[in-house]
């Protein structure tokens, strides 16, 4: 079980680039697979990036390639989402997710975090 955490959000304009990390307490982080999702006001919770325990397979939602990268360091039980090129069809707050299998639906992860803001002005 592990239970992650995440920071870096805030406020950037429109073609600024941050980067959140997610920091995933608990026993075994390096076999769990990890995504990202976000949720912006009035929509459902989508799909934004995916990497596998092993960081040979990553999956990218089609609104993000080429702008964000997904990539982890198991030594620091950490997982990174770059974002490039922020448009403010990108503000939305932000949720780290785990499970022992790669997914790219909601339901694919039992393990959540509290989630963080990330607002892109125009």
């Known amino acids: 079980q592990v239970q992650p955490v995440e920071s870096g959000g805030g406020l950037v304009q429109a073609g600024d680039s941050m980067r959140l990390s997610c920091k995933a307490s608990?026993?075994?982080?390096?076999?769990?697979?990890m995504g990202w999702f976000r949720q912006a006001p009035g929509k459902e919770r989508e799909f934004v990036a995916a990497?596998?325990?092993?960081?040979?397979?990553?999956d990218y939602a089609d609104s993000v390639k080429g702008r964000f990268t997904i990539s982890r360091d198991n030594a620091k039980d950490t997982v990174y989402l770059q974002m490039n090129s922020l448009k403010p069809e990108d503000t939305a707050n932000y949720y780290c997710?785990?499970?022992?299998?790669?997914?790219?639906?909601?339901?694919?992860?039992?393990?959540w975090g509290q989630g963080t803001q990330v607002t892109v002005s125009s």
């Open positions: 997710a785990a499970d022992v299998r790669l997914g790219v639906l909601s339901r694919d992860y039992a393990y």
């Open positions: 608990g026993r075994l982080f390096s076999t769990y697979a």
């Open positions: 990497i596998a325990w092993l960081a040979r397979n990553t």
